[in-house]
């Protein structure tokens, strides 16, 4: 449809029907089963007509009910406008990729790429049109539980991954291509600001510290052509997200000149009340409308009391009107009024859902998102070594995430699967395991088996459902049974391997004395596959951090680009007047960036084209990177800078690019990055995002700390 068109079909809409578009409902009110709807019906206070007039759907889950769905709702609609279906397709759809933060520990754009064109795929064909993905709040705090929906610490790589998933979930022609999902990012903004890691709770920062570290992924994912936005639950300096004019009217749609759709994120409207700035539904439908909130998603402040607030003169009709042709144009755009069902289709589903090539994608994705933590000597193994599987994580399938909606545990392959289809040499306990209080039967099993082992791969973690939304924890150890247990097996084989499956950054201080340790995260559908490949050594690992691990949650927020302070605790570390603590160091137990491989990699000849650029020119910085070892491997080469001096604080260092390069044993290559004047701009206090000519330092290295350092000067000349 044309423009004018919608227009058109807008003016045609009675006022009942344009509310009504603003409103997204779950598809239990589209059940067939009369009665599946009554319950929810009667808690919204909503008539059969306004559902069959609601304008969004949420939460389908196959081709089969995704077209009774349209086809009942196209019958009942009366200009023939049809609902869109969303859902969360966070990081797969059936097939279960690693979780996003696993995705960052990747530093590998094509993986995020790949990971979000599958997922839509398997979507697509299941009948869906838009995910509610990429989230890509910056997160500094591991306690926060919707750490594993993120990709990490940095603005930069965020920012990239946030690109790379739109790319994947809409591909190149969205209208045409029904294999594709239009995105949504989210949670505008600042949601993983939450004060002391509490989900849900107040963020409060500056507007120039709002610019520099949290609107850039945002923005990023929308330059890539996202549809929607989401609101985010949280304030944004004391002004709730989802009634905020500043943050919606200004910034989104006016800077950012975002034109798309803006959905509330579940009950955010009515939640004005309780944040204490609407006095009841009338006024969150006044605040949210007014701030550019377009679907009000499962409460029903639009529907009620829309058309009043629009009657009494205290909202504007364009107001409602824009709101719906920005839904009827996003309806456009997916080719819904050509083709209502799009993707929908179950001979497709049996075909894509699950498939040989997409369980291979996750477990190729998968092994590239782990990280080696630690390795004294003793990984990889190999198949003369009779080694134990044994811990919670051993035979666990509860390894999807806690945004695996679609996913089934059953689907997923354990560790002790993966490690029996590598190994005949595995010894794998029958007990089941618990996370918190194992059984004396499953611990002495363990124990026995370690014994007769010459290696304990010991499977420790979190469960599912310890992060992800509503998921904050306090203390970020692993359970106190896991420790002891670590003890105990340490005491009848000192050779232990701990594997972790964590939604988080951990403070691994209680296991730090194992010989190695391997950051699974949660890996998805193939992870028990994907991990034994890496500890076999069919895999080298070659992920890296995205997020730093604390060495106590003391020091949380942690993270690498911090200031340097006035008081930098590296320039006198004895003097007591200085940035420190008294009972633990500023520093991460592993940093930014950090990751091990099977490989030993060495960095010399950094050297700069020029130590002066000029702005508007460029100037080549470039390192020899070697393989020392016999093993090939995959290195992340990192460039880091650092503003000496500035008209505010700048970091000690900020990621600017990446390049991951795969060398054969004692191959050696020049890695070379190209530095131009963009890279040095920040935020000022004007709010304005430019450079200042000045010193700065380039560093380059494997992570945030091991850095190589020169130095050059921007100049204007
Ligand atoms: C949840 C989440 C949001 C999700 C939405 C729909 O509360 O905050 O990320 O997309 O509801 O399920």
Request: charged letters at 25%; a negative charge; aromatic letters at 8%.
């Amino acid at each position: 449809m044309e423009r004018q068109q919608l227009i058109k079909l807008v003016e045609q809409m009675t006022i009942e029907e344009k509310v009504d578009q603003l409103l997204q409902l779950s598809a239990d009110f589209y059940s067939e089963v009369a009665e599946e709807r009554t319950g929810p019906m009667a808690d919204l206070g909503i008539t059969e007509e306004i559902i069959d007039r609601a304008g969004t759907t949420l939460g389908v889950s196959g081709a089969k009910e995704a077209i009774q769905i349209q086809k009942n709702y196209m019958k009942k609609n009366r200009l023939g406008i049809p609902t869109i279906l969303m859902a969360d397709i966070i990081h797969g759809f059936r097939t279960i990729f690693p979780i996003p933060l696993a995705i960052g520990s990747s530093w590998d754009l094509e993986v995020a790429e790949q990971m979000a064109e599958v997922s839509a795929k398997e979507a697509a064909v299941s009948g869906l049109h838009v995910t509610f993905s990429p989230m890509v709040d910056l997160v500094r705090d591991p306690r926060w539980g919707r750490v594993m929906e993120s990709t990490g610490e940095d603005p930069f790589l965020n920012s990239r991954f946030a690109e790379a998933f739109v790319k994947g979930y809409q591909g190149a022609d969205l209208k045409e291509d029904f294999f594709r999902v239009a995105s949504c990012v989210k949670h505008f903004a600042a949601y993983g600001a939450a004060i002391a890691g509490r989900d849900y709770n107040t963020v409060n920062m500056s507007e120039r510290q709002l610019r520099e570290s949290y609107l850039p992924g945002y923005k990023a994912a929308l330059d890539a052509g996202a549809k929607l936005v989401m609101t985010s639950f949280n304030t944004v300096d004391g002004v709730p997200a989802t009634g905020n004019k500043w943050l919606f009217r200004e910034v989104l749609r006016k800077e950012f000149e975002f034109d798309g759709v803006v959905i509330s994120d579940w009950g955010a409207v009515k939640e004005l009340i309780p944040h204490g700035v609407a006095e009841d539904e009338k006024e969150a439908a006044e605040l949210a409308i007014k701030a550019g909130v377009d679907i009000e998603m499962m409460t029903t402040c639009y529907t009620q009391y829309l058309e009043e607030l629009i009657e009494e003169g205290a909202v504007e009709a364009e107001l409602l009107d824009e709101a719906v042709l920005r839904i009827l144009t996003l309806k456009n755009e997916l080719g819904l009024f050509e083709n209502p069902y799009r993707g929908a289709d179950e001979a497709l589903e049996k075909r894509w859902i699950l498939s040989e090539e997409h369980r291979n994608a996750a477990r190729e994705i998968a092994k590239k998102s782990m990280v080696l933590l630690k390795n004294e000597a003793i990984l990889p193994l190999n198949k003369r070594d009779k080694v134990a599987i044994v811990g919670p994580g051993a035979n666990s399938k509860d390894i999807l995430g806690a945004w695996s909606w679609q996913g089934r545990q059953e689907e997923a392959v354990s560790l002790s699967e993966g490690a029996q289809a590598i190994s005949e040499n595995v010894l794998i306990g029958a007990e089941s395991f618990d996370y918190f209080t194992p059984s004396q039967a499953a611990i002495d099993e363990a124990l026995k088996l370690a014994k007769q082992a010459d290696k304990v791969v010991l499977a420790l973690g979190e469960r599912e459902w310890m992060s992800g939304e509503a998921a904050s924890r306090s203390d970020i150890k692993l359970p106190e049974s896991q420790c002891q247990l670590f003890e105990q097996i340490k005491e009848v084989n000192p050779n232990v391997i701990v594997t972790l499956y964590n939604g988080r950054p951990l403070d691994l201080t209680e296991i730090d004395t194992a010989k190695a340790i391997v950051e699974a995260w949660f890996p998805g559908t193939e992870g028990g596959a994907a991990l034994s490949e890496i500890l076999w050594g069919q895999y080298n690992p070659s992920g890296r951090l995205s997020m730093s691990f604390p060495e106590s949650v003391g020091q949380v927020p942690i993270y690498y680009n911090c200031d340097n302070t006035g008081r930098p605790f590296e320039v006198t570390p004895d003097e007591k007047y200085v940035s420190k603590y008294l009972d633990v160091s500023n520093y991460a137990k592993y940093p930014f960036g950090y990751g091990l491989s099977y490989s030993q990699f060495s960095y010399s000849d950094f050297c700069l084209e020029n130590d002066e650029l000029v702005s508007g020119e460029v100037i080549e910085a470039s390192v020899m990177v070697e393989n020392t070892s016999d093993y090939a491997g995959e290195e992340t080469v990192q460039l880091y800078i650092r503003d000496r001096k500035a008209e505010v604080v700048r970091p000690i260092k900020e990621l600017k690019g990446f390049k991951k390069v795969k060398l054969s044993p004692k191959e050696k290559r020049k890695v070379s990055f190209m530095i131009d004047e963009k890279l040095l701009r920040y935020v000022h206090s004007n709010q304005k995002f430019t450079s200042d000519t000045g010193v700065f330092n380039i560093m380059v290295g494997a992570n945030s700390r091991d850095l190589l350092t020169l130095s050059f000067k921007l100049t204007n000349r």
